[in-house]
């Protein structure tokens, strides 16, 4: 597949790119394994912070709120009993829970390339030759919209640096993320692809056919 690039300065370049077919011609015949990945992201991103008292944790409760009989009322231990308002909580989360996901290697990287394929495909991917980051917002917001990226764009370079952070940070709908940190997430959640040619080199050596 050949694709047209950008230069630097948002022109058109002369020479197409020529895109790997084992990364960018992997149509998937289900969609699950993607699935299974962007939930896996999900779920390995999840805060465990929701802690619940149980009865033995929440404050009071220690004398027994009436006798045993003689009352005409239900028998009763404890104020902090669940039944109880303000009692404790039963079967509530304790913040030891594991949500995570396992996926293996050779998975997450087939369902990388069955995304790339149809971002391709959709032409939503975008080659530009490379960016020059100064450190300033004004720099790449402009150049963006130059090359035809529009609303959420996910920008991969080869390596982030500080220069590059500070370009990007102001920018809402623009995520920067180097290429061998490429997830499914992030492809499915962008409306436009825009990936230096540096970077384009390092997504073929990580997701390209083995030798």
Do not use: C
């Not at 949500?99 to 530009?128: D, F, G, M, P, W």
Request: aromatic residues 6%; proline residues 3%; glycine residues 8%.
């Amino acid at each position: 597949m050949n694709l047209s690039s950008y230069t630097k300065s948002g022109a058109v370049a002369k020479d197409k790119v020529s895109l790997d077919k084992f990364i960018f011609e992997n149509q998937p015949d289900n969609h699950q394994l993607i699935k299974d990945n962007y939930v896996a992201y999900l779920s390995n991103s999840r805060d465990n912070l929701a802690v619940t008292k149980t009865r033995g944790l929440v404050s009071g409760g220690g004398r027994k709120p009436w006798k045993q009989k003689g009352t005409g009322q239900a028998r009763a231990g404890s104020t902090r009993s669940p039944i109880w308002r303000s009692g404790g909580v039963t079967f509530g989360p304790t913040g030891e829970e594991n949500y995570t996901h396992k996926t293996n290697k050779s998975a997450k990287r087939v369902a990388l390339r069955q995304v790339l394929s149809i971002i391709a495909a959709e032409k939503k991917l975008i080659i530009i030759e490379d960016i020059t980051f100064s450190g300033k917002t004004k720099d790449i917001a402009p150049l963006m919209k130059k090359i035809g990226a529009l609303n959420k764009i996910l920008l991969v370079v080869d390596t982030k640096t500080e220069l590059s952070t500070r370009s990007t940070n102001n920018l809402a709908e623009l995520k920067l993320v180097s290429a061998k940190y490429l997830n499914v997430f992030d492809l499915i959640n962008a409306d436009f692809v825009v990936i230096t040619k540096p970077a384009l080199e390092v997504v073929k050596t990580w997701l390209g056919e083995e030798k």
